[in-house]
């Protein structure tokens, strides 16, 4: 899913969110995270720097040694007229090699895939993608998760209640 159309958000680390995949920590436990750098083109990169992504229903996977994220869409950039891009395309992953090693073999792990958390660009500007091994959850996982939630939440308000 991308952001909310009240533009793009910045976390504490000067980073400027551009895509959130608020979806995956619902539907996988993630075991690790990675960031990654991705080659882009430079209608990709406007279209970017226009809060235009939806990474909510993308993946990535491992062709011939090298990651590449599939089914990301980053919409046309309307001013590109004959360099535009093509919207799903797959698009490479930068990682250093151990990295890739890593991915891979846990990707061809029974039930693990590798999930593009956020999409953003670090603080000296270059789009980097946040990604994470994950495994699906179950249906009771996810009921699980949502009692854990709604327990802190109510002793959050309890504890401040009573202070």
């Known amino acids: 899913m991308s952001s909310k159309s009240g533009g793009s958000k910045k976390n504490n680390k000067g980073e400027k969110i551009i895509a959130d995949n608020r979806k995956a920590n619902y539907l996988f436990s993630i075991d690790e995270i990675f960031e990654a750098g991705i080659v882009l083109k430079g209608s990709e990169v406007k279209s970017l720097r226009m809060n235009r992504a939806n990474i909510a229903e993308s993946y990535a996977s491992e062709e011939g040694g090298e990651i590449f994220l599939i089914n ?6 309307k ?3 004959f360099t535009n891009h093509k919207p799903k395309r797959k698009r490479k992953l930068l990682l250093h090699s151990r990295e890739v090693n890593k991915l891979k073999n846990a990707s061809q792990k029974k039930g693990m895939t590798i999930i593009p958390l956020k999409l953003f660009f670090n603080e000296k500007g270059i789009a980097k993608i946040s990604i994470g091994i994950g495994k699906g ?7 699980e998760d949502e ?9 959050s308000r309890l504890l401040k209640h009573n202070s």
């Open 72 to 77: 990301s869409n980053i919409p046309a950039y």
């Open 79 to 81: 001013n590109a007229v």
């Open 137 to 143: 959850k179950k249906l009771h996982d996810k009921r």
């Open 147 to 155: 009692k854990r939630k709604d327990w802190d939440k109510q002793k």
